[in-house]
């Protein structure tokens, strides 16, 4: 076993808290194990602990044959240990290239090796055009994918990733998992990673579940979700169904979208009118015109950098417009600053709260600036707290809190003063499933059932589920809107239906797969592509696999929302090469 | 070791580089203190306020105010009648020092007989107040040796051309007495202790409020590795900021240089080691940069502002002062600064001072190895 | 807006008092650091390093060498050649050589005695001092002789002595002082330092955008950030100087320590001003900290505390009245070692508040531009 980790323990504040608590088991190389659970399940301490950064209380840890525990020092030659955060890990004023090198350097990387290696990981992160850019200026996705390269430069052998794909567009998302995979296939690569997407978790070979520092459960994930009784169990079940006896609420299952009607008559409470941002010679967003009304949802989809952030922050007033204009809630945010300010929420990325602040102190404060009086304060935040489950922890700062009540706990302070308009930026990157379920319910509560104006971004596709409208954004621009089912019937129409192929040893089948068909990609465990004409594809591949020995079974599907949106961008030829 | 210490050491560089403001403001500050010191603020107390009530009136009394209208030491800025008025003044600030001669002083004089005149001075400033009254001691001394020479003369004393007991004064290292000649070799060796050490105090803070640090605690670097390597380029930022101000100093001020450059360049190395090592230890024992600023000057600046001998010998401190100056590296460097540019001579007296240097690179690199854990948390 | 303004004051506190390393060090800085700072700095005469060369070695050598005395001079180990003379100079160990020559003793009686000093002008301050000293000390040695020696009689000869009074500090205690500037020093620094790394942070962690679109006004943001480091400077400076300076240090207090507290209050405020104003301009605390040390530095020199503003040439001292530094440096002696009132400090008093009231005003304008 390249991981063995027996009775593992962590414990903080004197033994109070116990963050791992006598954690058991093994990962064979070559194998790629995903850590899933629910935020501060102890998921990051056991990779600390791997990786040598952190101290255990009790128990053993063995990577690659060394001692942990005992002696941390001698892991980290044979370990790839990539940090939780996006691309965290990087030094923002230096280039793409001299981040790699620096890594090479600390890890003395033969030349040829790097040569060679560095190469193969530019071509597959597509970042090479990239080489001179500083760190910093890098989307959220390229930082991340950088962040792997600097990690795999020195060819480890165990690869310890901490939510890798955490804020990572859906498109580079399948860049990474290419990676990964061709590691593993052809250097026998030992991974250990955790996940809040649950359809990665599905991609690894075995699963093992975290609670309160504890493994629940474990297994392939057919074991895992064939435990289950349902038929079409996802993983994301199996975490649900788990969780749930341990005390956290499901939230209810994904409520279908409501109809039109609910919010046509109203008039738009927020207007963009080819509204444009340009820095420098960089245009962020390119004339972009739409209309929410209250009680609509506008969601907007788009990999990072395509100028979601910035169209967010000139609708708040943040960021000044070079050009066109933007109405919010009757008034111009260019010229009424002051007056939209009051009936907008905002919910930014990084979750702006202050880290040395209690739970209830950062409400105050919020209740404070938007000039509640002590008794409408009190009420509402009291309010807030229960129904979002933060009740227990108002006494708590938000360094201390998991990911998932953070993120709520934002959106407490942003909507505590009942705004008309709530501006969400992506409010649910690397919230576990549950907790992101809970989310949703609440802002769809806000707006269908309040009329609160909603316009949100994100980049998980199943989210796009909960919107009314459906933003897609492509380099700063806005290249599709409309309904979700809409957007999908389009998208069919303009490029066929989707072949999905499933195969026990899809790893090998895919690699078959991509030399007949270039597009195809991994999902979950499934290969699947767009096709014109998907009978004929069907008959190719089954033959093709049937002759190298593989098993597979073959179907056609109709468009996911992430199959939808890059049809769009394919189909506008946007799609990047 | 060496390729691991040189790739932080890159980074390291890189990153400063990516800065120019932040870089820059540390070789622009410097030189700006300089150029105020060596060109328009003298600390030279020169030009002390002086009031005079004069009750005499008299040719003699005259005579010996002259005295002070003369000197460059003082401006005479008014005659008083009364010493409540004299008091006033010095209360008010307007004057340092009063004289107060009294009605009988040509008087007394004449008849060879001594004559005593109050001296008022303001002490709220008390080493100002200490060179004020020197001042005045001075040019009454210089009236003395003129009446002296004058009563010689008519006792037919050797002609009056010596004094029975006479001083012969020469002054070394610093012949014209100027301050700028010690105050900005002194200067040299405080800004190397305030801008190197504030910058190596945000290294390693920095790089934990970002989250980098885990790169550094998940790889093979050892904490000597990380050390070197964020100390050495550093280090050479120091020392560059070193030669610019020394170059400056000798071409630009023309000031007195005496001794070995390369006796000096040494000093100056080990030095910025301990400097930057202060700084890392700082770096590596707070937890925000914040935390880790206001530390530096407390730690570092502040003590070799005060204690390092910059404005007086080590020697006229009092036994506290006494030994925390022997407890910081100011001290020595100093020491040999002071040498280089005034004394000269060979290496040979500077070698405890240059000991005493290693010897506290040796023990801040001890510490900063253990406060730096490859932990978190 | 009182709502807004005292819920973010209340955070700002907060925040402050949550930072428990950051209070020990502030704590340090205006006890621990104003304590041993007392100790440091003395450019006076005091315990002056003299070697001397005696090669008379005879009563009227040591007569003279005698008048070297304690405080301002301390005798090291007696040389015995000129070698040793010299490298005790080079070496630092004496800063002044008394080197009498072998017929000091002959030519005393004759009257026509000489000896040399040698000066070691490298702290040109203490060594004109000491220059003085000494010039008096051998005319007194002179009129002495004089006036014993058998050959003239005991004439009187005529002299002047200078009867010394010093104001406020009779004894020139240098650590009254240098404890109080410490103190002043301290205000200055900190004062600035915390207002702009409480700006700097808001931007660093992303929260300023939270505060950007509530409805809080940029004055507001300002005043709340202003408000904890103005009540607690201040009080830190009053318990300092009541604790360390008159308390540690019996240094008497003469002045209005209302009066005092008041202006501390608008210097603060003013420093504190001029931190927000360096936090809007620089990205990152490093930043701002070398900004901070640009502007401080030339404003502790030009502050009259190291240096009289009279010695200085009429371009400094004019510069020196932009310097909230200068102003206070001048209006704190004044009122606490000379008891002095508002009817003597009242200049000072306006320029603090008219410098603090613009940089808070340029601070806050440059900041609503950086916004919008």
Redesign the interface.
Same mark, same amino acid.
């Given at each position: 076993m390249v991981i063995d980790v027996r009775g593992l323990t962590k414990t903080y504040a004197r033994g109070r808290i116990r963050a791992v608590a006598g954690v058991s088991f093994t990962v064979a190389r070559g194998e790629v194990v995903g850590l899933i659970g629910p935020d501060g399940a102890g998921k990051t301490s056991v990779l600390q602990i791997l990786a040598g950064v952190l101290g255990a209380d009790a128990g053993t840890a063995s990577v690659a044959g060394v001692d942990v525990v005992r002696d941390p020092e001698a892991v980290k030659h044979v370990i790839g240990y990539m940090p939780q955060g996006l691309g965290l890990n990087l030094y923002d004023s230096l280039t793409v290239a001299e981040n790699v090198e620096f890594f090479r350097d600390l890890r003395r990387v033969p030349r040829a090796q790097y040569e060679d290696n560095r190469e193969r990981l530019l071509r597959m992160t597509r970042l090479a055009p990239f080489l001179a850019r500083p760190a910093g200026t890098l989307s959220g996705g390229m930082r991340q994918k950088l962040a792997l390269i600097c990690t795999l430069i020195h060819l480890p052998d165990v690869l310890l990733l901490d939510e890798p794909t955490t804020g990572v567009d859906p498109v580079s998302r399948r860049d990474f998992w290419t990676i990964i995979h061709t590691l593993v296939v052809s250097r026998g690569v030992t991974v250990l990673l955790t996940t809040s997407y649950m359809d990665e978790a599905e991609r690894c070979h075995r699963v093992s579940l975290m609670h309160a520092g504890a493994l629940i459960a474990a297994g392939t994930p057919d074991e895992l979700t064939g435990a289950l009784a349902g038929r079409h169990a996802s993983l994301e079940d199996v975490f649900v169904h788990h969780l749930s006896g341990h005390g956290r609420e499901p939230g209810p299952a994904l409520a279908a979208t409501p109809g039109e009607a609910a919010f046509d008559d109203h008039a738009a409470t927020v207007r963009a009118e080819r509204l444009s941002c340009r820095f420098g010679a960089f245009t962020a967003v390119d004339e972009v015109s739409l209309e929410v009304r209250p009680g609509e949802i506008l969601g907007l989809l788009g990999p990072n950098g395509a100028g979601k952030t910035t169209l967010i922050k000139m609708l708040c007033g943040l960021q000044p417009p070079t050009a066109g204009t933007a109405v919010v809630a009757g008034h111009d945010v260019r010229r009424e600053r002051a007056r939209v300010r009051g009936s907008i929420g905002y919910m930014s990325q990084r979750f702006a709260l202050y880290r040395d602040q209690t739970v209830l102190e950062n409400l105050r404060l919020s209740a404070g600036l938007y000039g509640l009086d002590r008794a409408t304060a009190g009420r509402r935040i009291d309010a807030l707290l229960a129904s979002l489950g933060l009740a227990e922890f108002r006494d708590r700062v938000p360094l201390a809190l998991p990911l998932g009540l953070r993120q709520r706990l934002a959106l407490a302070s942003a909507i505590l003063h009942e705004p008309r308009v709530l501006f969400l930026d992506e409010p649910t990157a690397g919230v576990d499933p549950l907790a992101r379920r809970h989310f949703w319910d609440l802002v769809r509560d806000l707006a269908h059932r309040r009329g609160v104006t909603v316009l949100v971004s994100t980049h998980y596709m199943d989210e796009a589920a909960n919107c009314d409208t459906l933003g897609f954004m492509h380099q700063g621009r806005l290249v599709a809107l409309g309904r979700p089912d809409e957007l999908t019937r389009q998208a069919e129409k303009a490029g066929g239906p989707m072949v999905a192929v499933d195969a026990p040893d899809f790893a090998r089948a895919f690699v078959l797969v991509r030399e007949h068909v270039p597009d195809a990609m991994l999902y979950g465990r499934r290969i699947r592509w767009q096709s014109d004409h998907p009978d004929a594809d069907i008959r190719a591949l089954t033959a093709a696999l049937a002759a190298a020995g593989l098993e597979a079974r073959a179907e056609i599907q109709p468009l996911s929302m992430e199959d939808t949106f890059a049809s769009v961008l394919h189909a506008a030829g946007l799609n990047r090469g | 070791m060496g390729d691991r210490v040189l790739a932080i050491a890159r980074k390291e560089t890189r990153q400063l580089l990516r800065d120019p403001v932040y870089l820059g403001l540390a070789f622009v500050v410097p030189l700006m203190l300089l150029i105020l010191l060596g060109y328009q603020l003298s600390l030279d107390v020169k030009g002390l306020l002086v009031a005079v009530v004069d009750r005499d009136r008299s040719v003699w009394s005259r005579q010996y105010v002259d005295g002070f209208v003369n000197s460059e030491y003082f401006r005479l800025v008014a005659r008083l009648d009364s010493e409540a008025q004299a008091r006033e003044w010095i209360r008010s600030g307007r004057a340092r020092v009063v004289l107060d001669i009294p009605p009988d002083f040509g008087r007394r004089l004449s008849a060879n007989e001594t004559v005593a005149v109050g001296v008022t001075v303001d002490g709220s400033f008390p080493s100002r107040g200490q060179i004020a009254l020197g001042y005045v001691e001075a040019v009454s001394t210089l009236y003395n040796q003129q009446l002296l020479r004058a009563w010689l003369v008519e006792h037919g004393w050797r002609g009056g051309q010596v004094l029975p007991v006479q001083m012969e004064m020469s002054v070394w290292y610093n012949p014209t007495l100027e301050s700028k000649n010690f105050i900005v070799p002194g200067m040299l060796v405080i800004v190397m202790m305030i801008f190197p050490p504030l910058l190596s105090a945000l290294l390693i803070v920095r790089e934990r409020e970002s989250g980098t640090i885990l790169n550094l605690y998940a790889s093979p670097a050892t904490r000597w590795d990380i050390l070197a390597g964020k100390a050495l380029p550093y280090v050479a930022v120091s020392f560059l900021d070193f030669l610019v101000i020394f170059a400056v100093s000798v071409w630009l001020f023309q000031l007195r240089f005496v001794g070995s450059a390369w006796l000096l360049s040494a000093a100056a190395l080990l030095y910025s080691i301990c400097t930057i090592g202060l700084g890392l230890v700082i770096s590596a024992l707070t937890r925000t940069q914040l935390a880790a600023m206001l530390a530096t000057f407390l730690v570092a600046v502040a003590p070799a502002f005060t204690f390092s001998g910059i404005f007086a010998p080590v020697a006229s401190q009092d036994a506290v002062g006494r030994f925390v100056a022997h407890l910081i590296p100011a001290t020595y460097f100093m020491d040999v600064v002071r040498g280089a540019y005034l004394k000269g001579g060979g290496a040979a007296p500077y070698a405890p001072s240059l000991a005493a240097l290693a010897g506290y690179a040796v023990v801040v690199y001890a510490i900063a190895w253990l406060a730096l854990r490859k932990r978190v948390g | 807006?009182r709502?807004?303004l005292? @819920?973010?004051i209340?955070?700002e506190f907060?925040?402050l008092f &949550?930072?428990v390393?950051?209070l020990l060090?502030?704590g340090?800085?205006f006890t621990g650091?104003v304590y041993?700072?007392g100790?440091?700095? @003395?450019? #006076? !005469?005091?315990?002056?390093?003299v070697v001397v060369l005696d090669l008379s070695q005879s009563p009227a050598s040591r007569e003279?060498v005698s008048r070297f005395r304690a405080p301002y001079f $301390?005798l090291v180990e007696q040389a015995w050649s000129d070698r040793e003379v010299v @490298?005790r100079?080079? &070496?630092?160990e004496a800063?002044l050589a008394v080197v009498i020559p072998p017929d000091f003793e002959r030519r005393?009686q004759q009257?026509?005695?000489?000896?040399?000093?040698?000066?070691?002008?490298?702290?040109?301050?203490?060594?004109?001092?000491a220059?003085?000293?000494?010039?008096?000390l051998?005319?007194g040695?002179?009129?002495e002789?004089?006036a014993g020696?058998g050959g !003239?009689g005991a004439?009187?000869?005529?002299?002047?002595?200078? &009867?010394?009074?010093? #104001?406020?500090?009779?004894n020139?205690?240098?650590t009254?002082?240098?404890s109080l500037l410490?103190v002043f020093n301290q205000a200055t620094?900190?004062g600035m330092?915390l207002a702009a790394?409480a700006m700097v942070?808001e931007r660093e962690?992303?929260?300023?955008?939270?505060?950007?679109?509530?409805?809080?006004?940029p004055i507001e943001l300002f005043a709340a950030k202003l408000v904890p480091v103005v009540t607690l400077v201040p009080l830190a400076v009053m318990g300092s100087v009541l604790a360390i300076v008159q308390g540690a240090f019996q240094t008497p207090i003469r002045g209005s320590l209302a009066l005092f507290y008041v202006v501390t209050v608008v210097y603060v405020f003013a420093m504190a001003s001029l931190g927000l104003g360096i936090a809007v301009v620089a990205?990152?605390?490093?930043?701002a900290?070398?900004?901070l040390?640009?502007i401080l530095?030339?404003m502790t020199?030009?502050s009259g505390?190291?240096?009289?503003p009279?010695?200085?040439?009429v371009?400094?001292r004019s510069a020196g009245l932009l310097s909230p530094v200068r102003h206070y440096v001048?209006f704190g002696?004044?009122v606490l070692? $000379?008891g002095?009132g508002l009817a003597?400090v009242w200049q000072d008093v306006a320029g603090i508040l008219v410098l603090g009231v613009a940089l808070f005003l340029i601070s806050v304008r440059r900041f609503a531009r950086l916004v919008?």
């Open positions: - | - | 807006m709502r807004r005292a @819920a973010l209340r955070k907060s925040q &949550r930072d390393p950051m060090i502030l340090w800085a650091a041993t700072s100790h440091g700095i @003395a450019t #006076e !005469l005091y315990q002056y390093p003279l $301390k @490298a100079l080079d &070496r630092g800063s005393v009257g026509t005695a000489r000896f040399q000093v040698i000066s070691d002008g490298s702290q040109s301050m203490t060594a004109t001092l220059g003085a000293h000494i010039a008096s051998a005319h040695y002179s009129v002789r004089l020696a !003239l004439r009187r000869i005529p002299h002047v002595d200078v &009867r010394p009074r010093v #104001e406020y500090n009779p020139l205690v240098e009254w002082f240098s410490e620094m900190i330092l790394a942070r962690h992303g929260t300023v955008e939270h505060l950007l679109v509530s409805p809080l006004r990205r990152t605390l490093g930043q900290m070398m900004m040390l640009l530095y030339p020199l030009l505390a190291l240096t009289p009279e010695s200085q040439g371009f400094m001048d002696y004044q070692f $000379k002095n003597y919008r």
